[in-house]
């Protein structure tokens, strides 16, 4: 694990190939995202190592129901009984009662590189027996709760990588977490920087790639993504320059 601090009030946290985020003011803590069930112990250590105590988590956010962003949220549910909160469409989602996942056979797919034969080994391992997690709690984030949580967060919604992803914009410090949606690199893919993540892991390859496209919409500065660094540069420019290189090739 490790945890960057990336402005007065928010963290970005680095578990296994994925990231997730923390927002912290005087009234308590917003948690984005919870890493893979692996990570469990990492994501309240994480809590505690920002100066928190559990007791202080305000809520989840979930931008999707993958098993690498919510796998730490049962432990946490377990000790705090905090609120999940993601996108309408993706409650259910994460719910199970329906799946967008990549698949057993797209992973061995992926098996013919090196890359991709790290990233299933490390996959496998950072999921151990939860493959059939679900969180029952989920359920839809309205503004006017997000804006009473933590950081005051806005919730937009950003379908694509699956039905119901959900980004959410820190307006107050400039700060995007982005998902899967926009992302900045991935152990499977050899170049580092802000890009979409590879088809086999959409849900809907051309919504991704709208959703990735309408942030340039967004007034932010800091991009925490789902996977890879955090990047520091006006999301507009980000969003706009990335998909241009992408859809000319
Ligand atoms: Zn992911």
Redesign the pocket.
């Known amino acids: 694990m490790r945890i960057e601090q990336v402005s007065d009030s928010v963290y970005a946290v680095r578990g296994t190939n994925?990231n997730w985020g923390l927002v912290s003011d005087g009234s308590g803590v917003t948690v984005i995202d919870a890493g893979y069930p692996a990570d469990s112990a990492d994501l309240l250590k994480s809590v505690r190592e920002i100066g928190h105590q559990l007791a202080d988590v305000a809520a989840v956010l979930l931008t999707h129901a993958?098993l690498?962003?919510m796998g730490g949220i049962p432990a946490l549910v377990e000790a705090t009984g905090v609120p999940v909160y993601t996108g309408a469409e993706e409650a259910p989602h994460a719910r199970r009662e329906f799946q967008q996942q990549i698949t057993p056979p797209e992973m061995a797919g992926l098996l013919g590189s090196l890359r991709g034969a790290k990233w299933v080994a490390q996959t496998a391992w950072a999921v151990k027996w939860h493959v059939g997690m679900s969180i029952p709690s989920a359920t839809a984030g309205d503004a006017q709760t997000l804006a009473q949580l933590p950081g005051g967060l806005v919730a937009i919604p950003t379908h694509g990588h699956t039905v119901g992803h959900t980004a959410y914009l820190m307006p107050a410090e400039g700060v995007l977490f982005s998902g899967?949606t926009l992302v900045s690199g991935h152990p499977i893919v050899r170049e580092q920087g802000p890009q979409v993540l590879p088809t086999v892991?959409n849900h809907d390859e051309q919504a991704t790639r709208a959703a990735a496209r309408s942030l340039a919409a967004y007034d932010a500065e800091v991009l925490v993504p789902?996977?890879g660094d955090v990047v520091r540069e006006k999301v507009s420019v980000l969003a706009n320059s990335l998909l241009q290189d992408r859809d000319s090739r």
Do not use: A, Q, R
């Open positions: 994925v993958h690498d962003h899967d892991f789902g996977h």
